[in-house]
């Protein structure tokens, strides 16, 4: 891969971006070698975390905008599409995927930690989609933003082109938690590891469900969630996880 390394240790995959002339910039071929990679790994299912980092000074920020000048609009939607493609993919794993942000996150870098399940991020961090700044609104990464944060305050990002800090993030629920620097990577593999812990093939159950609920009408999701719970009450891992509750042990899941 040249936009990308990957390493694994134990069920946790670390994706690391690898665009440093670009500060890691989105380019359409470092997006067609995550789409791929991640659509890999979800079949293999040899991990249940991934974890995607960029630098210390940019974890993404968003996409080439050389690319974006250069190309014709119908170069400009295939990049655009790819980019749809890759979120797609993201959503449909099983494993759980954290951005781990050192640095700055913008446009379609703030639009990959929204897609991301969770995400940390290091007190030095900014966030932002500040597109509009050079003429190019953030349509693609508003879809995500503006699903993890508040009308207000995403419009508010969208409409200034200003950063906000990672103590604000946190606060408007783009990230999870924010922490010293120094202390990124333990606290991310923490937050990993109480992910390991459980079963792959209920993660790839709960994921499905909790974002197929999000936009249906609270009967709606609960009738949607009903018939979940109930097809997951028979699911083997189901069965084994009840009988290690009521033996006092720690469940011993198949995909181990």
């Not at 994706?15 to 990679?37: D, I, Q």
């Not at 920020?61 to 400009?76: A, P």
């Not at 922490?179 to 937050?191: G, I, S």
């Amino acid at each position: 891969m040249e936009f990308l390394s990957v390493r694994q240790t134990e069920d946790i995959a670390y994706v690391s971006l690898e665009n440093p002339n670009e500060f890691n910039a989105l380019s359409e071929k470092l997006m067609e070698e995550l789409k791929e990679l991640l659509f890999k790994i979800g079949q293999e299912k040899a991990v249940k975390v991934v974890v995607i980092e960029g630098s210390k000074k940019a974890f993404c920020v968003g996409h080439s905008l050389k690319e974006v000048e250069t190309k014709s609009d119908l170069e400009v939607m295939e990049l655009f599409r790819t980019c749809e493609s890759l979120m797609k993919t993201m959503r449909e794993i099983p494993q759980i995927i954290i951005s781990k942000v050192e640095g700055v996150a913008v446009a379609a870098g703030s639009q990959l930690v929204a897609a991301s399940d969770l995400a940390v991020a290091s007190d030095q961090a900014r966030f932002g989609v500040p597109g509009i700044n050079s003429g190019l609104f953030c349509s693609t990464p508003a879809v995500f933003v503006s699903r993890n944060i508040g009308r207000k305050k995403a419009a508010e990002l969208l409409f200034t082109g200003n950063l906000m800090s990672a103590l604000e993030a946190e606060r408007e629920g783009l990230v999870n938690k924010v922490v010293p620097v120094e202390k990124l990577d333990e606290v991310t593999d923490q937050l990993a590891k109480d992910i390991t812990k459980q079963s792959l093939n209920i993660i790839a159950i709960g994921k499905r469900q909790f974002y197929e609920q999000l936009n249906m009408e609270d009967f709606q999701a609960l009738n949607y969630a009903t018939e979940v719970i109930v097809r997951n009450s028979q699911h083997p891992d189901d069965k084994e996880g009840i009988r290690a509750f009521f033996e006092k042990r720690t469940p011993i899941w198949p995909d181990k």
